[in-house]
T-cell receptor, first 111, second 113 residues
Framework: NAGVTQTPKFRVLKTGQSMTLLCAQD?????MYWYRQDPGMGLRLIHY???????AKGEVPDGYNVSRLKKQNFLLGLESAAPSQTSVYFC??????????FGEGSRLTVL | DQQVKQNSPSLSVQEGRISILNCDYT??????FLWYKKYPAEGPTFLIS?????DKNEDGRFTVFLNKSAKHLSLHIVPSQPGDSAVYFC????????????FGKGTSLLVTP
């Protein structure tokens, strides 16, 4: 049982490049989330989804887009990467009552 | 504005002693609180939770206490073990205002032998 899998785990981008982070979960959870973690900032919610075909903005959505075409996948896109988007990105799915299962994280560096 | 605050960035405790991690919140609408634990290079993992209708929840060595009047919760680990060394995040949610968990900045716990 893989749980929540994020790809890629590491990526270096140049300013202005685009990329997509993929999150896959095999627990049949409805709710999925993308967070970013920055030093001294804790975890901040970027976007979330409460089911296939639905997405919503979180606390820090600017510069990101998401899609949930299939229940098991939640994609996070950066259309034009900026150095401020250098961060560790965590995807999570929820079993219920706030119990989130997180992936191992994707470390993104934007030069 | 940070609605969940963990004012101690780090804590060091001797093995076998009690670890107490504190968390304060400002939003009186929060009605569910959780603690997550995170090891380096891994994602956070759920540890324990408490509903606002309770003031204590216990799970093995871990106990969470909630003081609603003070808008304060704490996580007690007894006895502390070296494997408990990790970053602990406090999180809170309001069932009336969406699904997002609000996380604190975390407290790094070091348990020394």
């Amino acid at each position: 049982n893989a749980g929540v899998t994020q790809t890629p785990k590491f990526r270096v981008l140049k300013t202005g490049q685009s990329m997509t982070l993929l999150c896959a979960q095999d627990m049949n959870h409805e709710y999925m989330y993308w967070y970013r973690q920055d030093p001294g900032m804790g975890l901040r919610l970027i976007h979330y989804s409460v089911g296939e075909g639905t997405t919503a903005k979180g606390e820090v959505p600017d510069g990101y887009n998401v899609s949930r075409l299939k229940k098991q996948n939640f994609l996070l896109g950066l259309e034009s990467a900026a150095p401020s988007q250098t961060s560790v990105y965590f995807c999570a799915s929820e079993r219920g009552a706030g119990e989130l299962f997180f992936g191992e994280g994707s470390r993104l560096t934007v030069l | 504005d940070q609605q969940v605050k963990q004012n101690s960035p780090s804590l060091s405790v001797q093995e076998g002693r009690i670890s107490i991690l504190n968390c304060d919140y400002t939003n009186s609408m929060f009605d569910y609180f959780l603690w997550y634990k995170k090891y380096p290079a891994e994602g956070p993992t759920f540890l324990i939770s408490i509903s606002s209708i309770k003031d204590k929840n216990e799970d093995g060595r871990f106990t969470v206490f909630l003081n609603k009047s003070a808008k304060h919760l704490s996580l007690h680990i007894v006895p502390s073990q070296p494997g408990d060394s990790a970053v602990y995040f406090c999180a809170a949610r309001s069932s009336n205002s969406g699904y997002a968990l609000n996380f604190g900045k975390g407290t790094s716990l070091l348990v020394t032998p």
